[in-house]
C-alpha cells in the first residue's frame, strides 16, 4: 500500500578492475550478452587484482574460483565473473582473498588474477558485473559509457524498484 510514496532508492556500481569498460551487448558470450544472466557491465583489465563492485555480504565463492557472488543490504544479487569459459581452467589463475559470508566494500579485493595465464589458455579476460536479479529488483540503470576507469570508480548508478 502506498507504494507510490516509497522512495526509490539509487545504489551505485563500481568497477571492479582497472581496465576498459564494456558493455553486456559486445561481451563474446550470448549468456552475457543477451542479458540473461541480468544487467551489468564489463570491464577488460589492464591490473590483476579484482574488488568488490559495491557493498555486501559475499553469498558464494564458486569452487573453480573463476566468479564470486554478493549479496546486498537491499537485496541486490551480484556476481563478480572472470573471465569468459575460466571455468574450464579450474582455479589455476585465481587466488580468491575472501570466503562465504565475508562483508565486503569497493575497497575489499576479492581475488589476485593471473590474467595472462587466462590468455594463454586461449580465454577471454573480461570481468563481469551482473545484478542477477535486476528483473525483479531493479527499475533502471543509467547507462553505461564505454572507457577507461580505475577500481572503485562508478560505472553506473542502480534504481531499486
Known sequence: MFKFLKKKVALKLAAPVDG?????????DPVFS??????????????GQVYAPING??????KTKHAIGLTTPEGLEVLIHIGLDTVELNGAPF???????DQVTPKAVLADVDFDQIKAAGKETVVLTLV????????????????????????????LK
Not at 38 to 47: D, I, L, M, R, Y
Open 95 to 101: 587466488s580468491i582473498e575472501v570466503q562465504k559470508n
Open 132 to 159: 542477477t536479479n535486476s528483473a525483479t529488483q531493479l527499475a533502471g540503470l543509467t547507462p553505461i559509457i564505454t572507457q577507461p576507469i580505475k577500481h572503485g570508480a562508478e560505472v553506473t548508478s542502480l534504481t
Open 34 to 47: 543477451q542479458k540473461l544472466m541480468g544487467e551489468g557491465f564489463g570491464v577488460q583489465p589492464t591490473s
Open 20 to 28: 576498459q569498460i564494456v558493455a553486456l551487448e559486445n561481451v563474446n
Open 57 to 62: 555480504t559475499i553469498t558464494s565463492v564458486f
